[in-house]
């Protein structure tokens, strides 16, 4: 896998803090020693390793430094917050007092100004951080931009936003290795392709979530494309891809085996319900055996709590209305242990796989 | 390749926002959807919402409905004005998985008509006809046709709105005979419903809002509306705002 280059960075150090742990640990346990010319090479290797790192990427290299870092990270955003917030309730007094030129363009200028601030902070190497911060910050702004403009204008709610909102999260991600902005594209850019078939039916776009099957070709194509489009996949972007796509898949699968009306399929709801029941069950265990073949724990755990979700799910159909609920609940107990056992002889494979 | 991608996200914010003004600017080369002056009654002035000085205009309409319990079903929205708007209501209402059928109807995005002190409004009952005087009297999926057929842009207005279909199973509350299973049609909203009041208009109404209270109660008992606004309704059915004037209270 291979990260950007200040995660990357942060990974070697936290590699070579557990390294020179556990070489200590070996040599408490006489497993291995070192001669005194050999420990000075390495130390000294290792210690020009770390500067560099720490002088090139501003990284930890202890844990109570980490663990600073973690505070400035959450007072930044804290303080970000705020800000954000100083300048939308500013706006908001002063509205009434500017003409409509005034309001577009400073609606117009803040997601720009922003996304400048990313750019510029990314170029000075400040931390990846600071730069997702104010990326985030930068689509928070956008949405905030078209939605105030909208109300404005008077306008009705457009479902083209969605794709205006995606792929300005979607191409920020991409130019700065951020995750969490990419599932976020992803998501809209789902939602905007569900609005579309709602649009063709004439319906309002915004009732897209009335007919979960709209979601699906989107969440299969999001699924299928870290095969097709990251070959080269140096920010994880395909596991986002796949998280999003299955849950997103899950999520629609669900809503239609518990209501089956909500379906394009003219077949009476029980056999949708049925139907998609079985589907469901199906892509859980796809979804965990994919997970299992690409060594991706987040994937089998996203597949395994589906499955759990379909499992309860139909047990409550089949049981709740008619047995005592003292032995629905037992029954619930029994399959959770049931399953504990399936999912520690599933850990036990992977690891034997990883240790292969 | 970054600052191409950097580039490109600058470019989708300023492509949005040229869509969305070429959007307003194609609305307001011509109002096809009416020009009506409307007073306090139909376009209700909210109190302020916390800090903000921003001033809008709530739309308040009304509809000759199917009963009082069910203000926003109106009788001319039965099951043939439904199939005509593009609701699949061939199933009979005597089946019986028809309530799961129906109930799964997506809402659907049509364009209203409002009639301003119309036939409608003076059939009201005497305490609904004292709010407002705007009624939704047609919808339809073409504007142009229902243009046609209501072309007076004074006195009508063809705006956006979302209808639902109900079944009621047990018919209409109050009606004689028998309850018999129906359809209905539901008015959910009229889009949009509120109108933003720019410079220098919100001038005129700014000291009225800090006079406190929003409700229409206020001006009838100062003795009638206080202001007239006078609304245009574009091209994509979209109004603005294009004047306002008090109105002396007497």
Known sequence: ????????????????????????????????????????????????????????????????????????????????????????????????????????????????????AAEFTFRRKTGLYYTALLALTAGVGFVMELTALGSIFNMAPSAHALLAWGSFAVLVAHAYGLRLLLGAGLLLLCT????????????????????????????????????LVYRRDRNDFGFVCRICGATLMFTAVLVLSIDGHTSYLRFPARTIETLYQFVGLVLCGGVVFHGVRLGRSGMVNTGALAFVVFLYVKLHAWWWAWMPKYVFFLLIGLTAVLLLYLFRRLRAGISERALT | MKRAMVLAAAGVILAANAWLLISVSRNRSDAPGGTVELTERELHLPSRSGESTAVFLELDWDTLSISPEHPRAPQWL?????????FDCRVAVTRATVRNYYRSMRTALVFLVLEYEGEAWKQASPDRKRKTRLFAVDAGRHPHRLREKYADTARYIITRGLVTLRFLERGIPGEKGPPQPRLQGWIDAVLPDRIFVPLPHSKVLEDLRHRGGSSQDRFFAEGGPRFAVTVSWGRNHEPWMSGVRRIAVD
């Open chain 1, 1 to 116: 896998m291979d990260l950007n280059p200040h995660r990357k960075a942060q990974q070697r150090v936290d590699r070579i803090r557990a390294f020179r742990e556990e070489l200590a640990e070996l040599e408490r346990e006489r497993a291995l020693t070192l001669t005194p010319e050999q420990r000075t090479r390495l130390e000294a290797h290792l210690e020009g390793s770390l500067a560099g790192l720490t002088a090139q990427f501003d990284v930890d290299v202890t844990e109570s430094g980490k663990r600073i870092s973690w505070g400035v990270r959450i007072a930044s955003l804290l303080g970000s917050a705020a800000f954000f917030a100083a300048l939308v309730l500013f706006l908001h007094r002063i509205w009434g007092a500017l003409p409509t030129t005034a309001h577009f363009l400073i609606l117009l200028t803040i997601p720009l100004l922003v996304l400048a």
């Open chain 1, 192 to 227: 905007y392709t569900a609005s579309l078939f709602a649009i063709v039916e004439g319906a309002f776009w915004a009732n897209s979530l009335e007919r979960p099957e709209s979601f699906i070709p989107a969440a299969v194509m999001v699924y299928a494309m870290p095969s």
């Open chain 2, 78 to 86: 039965d099951a043939a004005k439904l199939a005509e708007l593009g």
